[in-house]
């Protein structure tokens, strides 16, 4: 299976633009999705299908895909977006994987 | 809305079996894919697996040897068993439902339990 990479950490301040990037070679014939992890609690899904957005969560959040890369976008970060990011992938046969995960510090 | 909770055992013994079990509320297990997960503490997630309702099966590659995971329309619920465990199989197990998109090779889950921590320790 390939992997995924993604930054460790990631800050920014209230207001500004944080971009949580997630790369691997599958990338541009697999779709990405993205998870947000708050401390103790189980994951929730932000972006699927590299930019759709499920009902409920904010439009500040957003994603895109070039190439090998996409790209989780939040616009405006608020403090309540501090959290750990996910992105994951599968492959031609269904095995799924999950990037390292990404900290997004709001300063 | 469909609601999905992990029970079983917080401590298991190294080289014994973990056997977890998820039970899905608010809807209907049919038609559905469903899925395993693991984050062991302070790291990042791991799929384990997932089961359609009908009882086919996909593992993650580096697990499938210790990995069963079944399903039981009866009582809407899928469960999960890893054999031989060791300290590395300690994690917090997530169940979750899987989309999934056949013809573009797509999967990902929406929603999740809450996790429960599995300890493995004599």
């Known amino acids: 299976s390939y992997e995924l990479t993604q930054p460790p950490s990631v800050s920014v301040s209230p207001g500004q633009t944080a971009r949580i990037t997630c790369s691997g070679d599958?990338?541009?014939?697999?779709?990405a999705y993205w998870y947000q992890q708050k401390p103790g609690q189980a994951p929730v899904l932000v972006i699927y299908?590299?930019?759709e957005r499920p009902s409920g969560i904010p439009e500040r959040f957003s994603g895109s895909s070039s190439g090998t890369t996409v790209t989780l976008t939040i616009s405006g970060v608020q403090a309540e977006d501090e959290a750990d990011y996910y992105c994951?992938?599968?492959?031609?046969?269904?095995?799924?994987?999950f990037g390292g995960g990404t900290k997004l510090t709001v300063l | 809305q469909v609601q999905l909770q992990e029970s079983g055992p917080g401590l298991v013994k190294p080289s014994e079996t973990l056997s977890l079990t998820c039970t899905v509320s608010?809807?209907?297990?049919?038609?559905?894919?469903w899925s395993w997960i693991r984050q062991p503490p302070g790291k990042g997630l791991e799929w384990i697996g997932y089961?359609?309702?009908?009882?086919?099966?996909n593992y993650n590659p580096s697990l499938k040897s210790r990995v069963t995971i079944s399903v039981d329309t009866s009582k809407n619920q899928f469960s999960l068993k890893l054999s031989s465990v060791t300290a590395a199989d300690t994690a917090v197990y997530y169940c979750?439902?899987?989309?999934?998109?056949?013809?573009?090779?797509?999967?990902?889950?929406?929603?999740w339990g809450q996790g429960t921590l599995v300890t493995v320790s004599s």
């Open positions: 979750a439902r899987v989309w999934r998109i056949a013809a573009a090779g797509a999967y990902w889950f929406d929603p």
């Open positions: 089961i359609y309702y009908s009882g086919s099966t």
């Open positions: 599958a990338l541009p014939k697999q779709y």
């Open positions: 608010g809807g209907s297990i049919s038609s559905y894919y």
């Open positions: 994951q992938s599968a492959d031609s046969s269904g095995t799924v994987v």
């Open positions: 299908k590299d930019s």
